[in-house]
């Protein structure tokens, strides 16, 4: 099929994924973003302005947005505001940005420096918040701020590469908490007991946006983000399923009966490899070709055609750790949570692929 019709079926029945400004509707936007710089086609630009309308004040407050939170998630959705202002040149794009960067200067933050998760989830770093959090603030640096945070924001990189990687799998865990009192973790090292694929996907989505957004200029902070970056694509293509080119729920444990080839995960690494290919960042003759293979396996293997249409299949719909005893990281609760069709945070990094895809074959 022509995936753009999914992507045009799918927004024309969008429905927001909650009623407050959330990070999996942002999800979508990003989609529309990088399909419009993709394709050149008006309607992802015009559902980004259609659904900003009913959040962004002209005086750049957003609707529904409660800071006091401090919800590391409420990030995402602000990426697309640069996007916006650029298009537009329209202030309240531009006043919404330092509503979204106030949060940031006020968020709280481990005795190490990173940012918290969540206000309730107290001295924890989670792979998923450095994509929801970090290439935000890089692009506010790069901009508006003289680049005078650089240092801080490579640092948190620096801690995860520090306290969440595992040398011998070439993988990070899903989480850590800096206190080591959370039932989920090891006492000893403050991390998760698992490998969980979206949170992969959402860390090597943060190091490539990150680095895109940032000066090259600076180029040993730049140099040492790619390093990381490259360490940890070569570590997860190890777990690369050899037929379908995608990879697991739980990344290194193929072996266990009921884990699956999940998609948004997959996206996610298809996404990074193949913008990393088009930045330089990795080898195109090398990547290249893998990159595309994950995208060909999604469509060929998650896009599927039912009665009422076509349908992106094989996500999961959400994993976490706690609060408290609930949700344990162990390989049997990542595979407990439901597999659903169609949901944002599958389909926004399948658009986010796409369009990576549809670029690095027109450049090539």
């Known amino acids: 099929m022509n995936v753009q019709q999914f992507f045009k079926q799918y927004l024309s029945s969008y429905e927001n994924y909650k ?32 659904y900003l309308k009913d959040y962004i004040n ?67 770093i989670w792979l998923d918040g450095l994509y929801m959090a970090q290439p935000f603030y890089m692009e506010y640096e790069t901009k508006y701020d003289g680049k005078s945070k650089y240092n801080d924001i490579l640092e948190q990189f620096r801690n995860v590469r520090k306290y969440l990687y595992n040398e011998e799998k070439g993988l990070s865990y899903h989480a850590y908490d800096e206190a080591k009192i959370q039932p989920w973790c090891n006492k000893e090292t403050g991390c998760s007991p698992n490998f969980w694929l979206r949170s992969m996907g959402w ?30 694509v070569k570590g997860i293509l190890q777990y690369q399923d050899e037929k379908t080119k995608l990879f697991y729920q739980v990344i290194d444990r193929s072996d266990v009966e009921g884990n699956y080839l999940e998609t948004s995960g997959s996206a996610m690494i298809g996404y990074a490899i193949l913008k990393a290919c088009r930045m330089g960042v ?41 609060p408290g005893e609930k949700r344990d990281g162990s390989v049997e609760y990542y595979l407990s949570e439901r597999i659903v069709s169609d949901d944002a945070k599958g389909v926004g990094p399948f658009m986010m692929a796409y369009a990576q895809y549809l670029m690095y074959k027109e450049e090539k």
């Not at 979508?28 to 302005?49: H, N, P, R, S, W």
């Not at 990030?75 to 329209?90: A, C, H, P, Q």
């Open 19 to 50: 009623d407050h400004w959330n990070y999996e509707d942002g999800c979508i936007l990003m989609g529309c973003k990088q399909m419009e710089e993709a394709t050149k086609d008006k309607e992802y630009y015009q559902f980004v302005e259609n």
């Open 58 to 124: 002209e005086d750049g407050t957003i609707n529904r947005y409660d800071v006091s939170q401090y919800n590391i998630d409420s990030i995402n959705s602000g990426k697309v505001l640069f996007y916006m202002y650029d298009k537009t040149n329209e202030e309240k794009y531009r006043k919404a940005i330092e509503v979204v960067m106030g949060q940031l200067r006020e968020h709280p933050r481990c005795q190490c420096g990173n940012f918290w998760h969540k206000q309730i989830y107290p001295n924890q």
């Open 203 to 232: 860390y090597l989505m943060a190091l490539i946006d990150v680095m895109d957004a940032m000066s090259e200029e600076i180029y040993e902070q730049y140099r040492e983000l790619q390093e990381i970056f490259k360490e940890s």
């Open 282 to 322: 990795l080898s195109k003759e090398k990547y290249g070709p893998i990159g595309v293979a994950i995208v060909e396996g999604l469509i060929s293997e998650k896009l599927k055609e039912s009665e009422d249409g076509w349908h992106l299949t094989g996500i999961c719909h959400v994993a976490g750790l706690g």
